[in-house]
């Protein structure tokens, strides 16, 4: 339902899905607080990391001439889905992967209250996505830092293809 939701009630232009938390078994953490904030970070490393691969596809396609649409489209579909992820995801409010890393920096009667947060977090994050707080203040400039950070791991390989 959230997919059809977000569709009519953005006339088409945010789609999202609902997913399912990563269960964690915090038991198997040393110093769970800590050690949260490593675990809460491979969710938007992950997405980063496929960001940096579909753009290094997208690069090398260019460089070596290939002017196939379908493969330039998807290249660029997969680098933009996962910067787009990789941003949403480090929004700080729970359950978002960056809201468990704010709870795991923050002091403890401060991370405490946040964490009180979290079984609202996600209608607060969609509430704020709707009214376009999120796309305008968070995601289109965290977006612009990933693809500037992107080029710049990429700048070495460059010359390669000029």
Partial sequence: LMPLLLYFATQGAFLF????PVPVRFGNLRR???HMVWVALAGPASNFIQAFGWALLLVSLVGFGVDEPFFIEMANAGLMVNL???AFNLFPLPPLDGGRILVGLLPAKPARMLARVEPWGFFIVLGLVLAGVVGRLW?????????EAIK???SPLMPLFN
Avoid at 17 to 20: I, N
Avoid at 139 to 147: D, E, N, Q, T, V
């Fill in 84 to 86: 787009v992820m990789w």
């Fill in 17 to 20: 899905g609902y997913a399912r």
């Fill in 152 to 154: 710049l791991l990429l």
């Fill in 139 to 147: 995601l289109r400039p965290l977006m612009a830092l990933g693809a």
């Fill in 32 to 34: 769970p607080r800590q």
